[in-house]
């Protein structure tokens, strides 16, 4: 029984024991893949032109070109009125690659029908990196796609024109001639260079980190700031978000420890520099975390004290007190000569200071 890998390992997750010993079967030679071609093609009564299934075969030899090569004969079998095949038909129909490309515009053609174009072609620059200045495919998690992608991309997968990898858990566009003759591709490509750069670098980072994680490795400063950029404008693998949390998580902490020292400088140079204390502490709060710490010494430092004179009555005993019928109100005298006057409701409403003989009133 022959099986795909993807479905290997969902069989073997649901069933213990059900596959023993698999073969892994790899792709054919060239040997085998020139067998491929002539022996169906001679059972059926076609044949071609001299050195063309040498030049087919050898068109096919890179990546998984082979099913494509199978669309390709086809094409060619149908529109062959004479049952021979020859080499300008051949190149006519494309080669290899140019099928690869005709047949990814149709399917893409289609899917923009159903999809946003935008997301369908993020979904293929999924597939693409930047090595330098050579294009190379992309391995792409299936666990870091959203809904979206998974769907175009199985339908991508389904035309031939993305192949499983890694027991079915990721996928990878099947061959180069998609990004080097396929022209929209290429096109996306170019005009998403610098981007792709950006987050090739990125996923390069966050493999080395995720294999080896130490702070020393984290993103900082102007790197981290632009990695964050580019986390609100591409989707980016779990790997590279992992970093970007476990960088800004790291940059937080190291800030409000920055924001502490600070605080405690400020506090150091107080007496001997109060205006420099004022800068620094004022530095911290606006440009590192608002930390306890920074906050109450900025307050010490440049809040200013508020005294207030409380209106205080009698502090010895009362000598006399008369009723005012006409201001409803009490007063009290004591023997240090303060009169006080209060409402009718107690609350004390004047107090009267014996100072030199002059009333000085004060009222509540």
């Given at each position: ?46 044949t ?12 096919a ?6 099913p ?6 086809q ?19 494309g080669e ?6 005709a ?18 072609d ?21 666990s ?10 199985e ?81 980016l ?21 920055q ?21 620094l ?11 306890p710490?920074?906050t ?22 009362i ?46």
């Amino acid at each position: 029984m022959a099986i795909r890998p993807e479905f290997r390992r969902r069989l073997t997750d649901q069933q213990a024991g059900f596959i023993t010993r698999p073969v892994a079967i790899g792709l054919l030679d060239p040997a085998r893949i020139r067998q491929a071609v002539a022996e169906p093609a001679r059972a059926a009564g076609l044949t071609f032109e001299d050195d063309l299934i040498d030049r087919m075969t050898a068109d096919a030899t890179v990546g998984d070109a082979l099913p494509l090569l199978s669309h390709l004969l086809q094409r060619l079998h149908l529109q062959s009125d004479r049952q021979h095949i020859t080499v300008a038909q051949y190149e006519q129909a494309g080669e290899v690659g140019g099928a690869i490309a005709a047949h990814a515009e149709q399917i893409y053609e289609s899917l923009t029908d159903r999809y946003p174009e935008h997301a369908v072609d993020s979904a293929l620059l999924r597939g693409i990196a930047m090595e330098g200045k050579e294009t190379v495919r992309r391995t792409i998690e299936r666990s870091d796609l959203d809904t979206t992608a998974a769907r175009i991309l199985e339908e991508f997968r389904a035309a031939r024109l993305i192949i499983d990898v890694e027991d079915g858990t990721c996928l990878e566009l099947t061959h180069d001639a998609l990004f080097r003759q396929w022209r929209r591709l290429a096109s996306l490509i170019s005009a998403n260079e610098e981007r792709l750069h950006r987050i090739t670098r990125l996923e390069h980072r966050a493999a080395a980190w995720q294999a080896d994680p130490h702070t020393d490795d984290l993103l900082r400063g102007r790197t981290l700031a632009d990695a964050l950029a580019l986390a609100a404008e591409v989707p980016l693998s779990t790997a590279a978000r992992r970093l970007l949390d476990a960088s800004q998580e790291f940059d937080h902490q190291d800030r409000v420890r920055q924001s502490e020292r600070i605080a405690e400088l400020a506090q150091q140079v107080r007496r001997q520099d109060p205006k420099l204390a004022v800068a620094l502490a004022h530095t911290a709060l606006h440009e590192l975390p608002p930390t306890p710490a920074v906050t109450t010494t900025r307050w010490a430092l440049t809040g200013a004290s508020r005294t207030r004179h409380l209106t205080i009555g009698h502090t010895t005993g009362i000598t006399s007190a008369v009723w005012l019928p006409d201001r409803e109100a009490l007063r009290t005298a004591d023997k240090t000569g303060r009169v006080c006057t209060w409402d009718d409701a107690g609350r004390l409403a004047e107090v009267t200071l014996p100072l030199t003989g002059m009333d000085t009133g004060t009222h509540c």
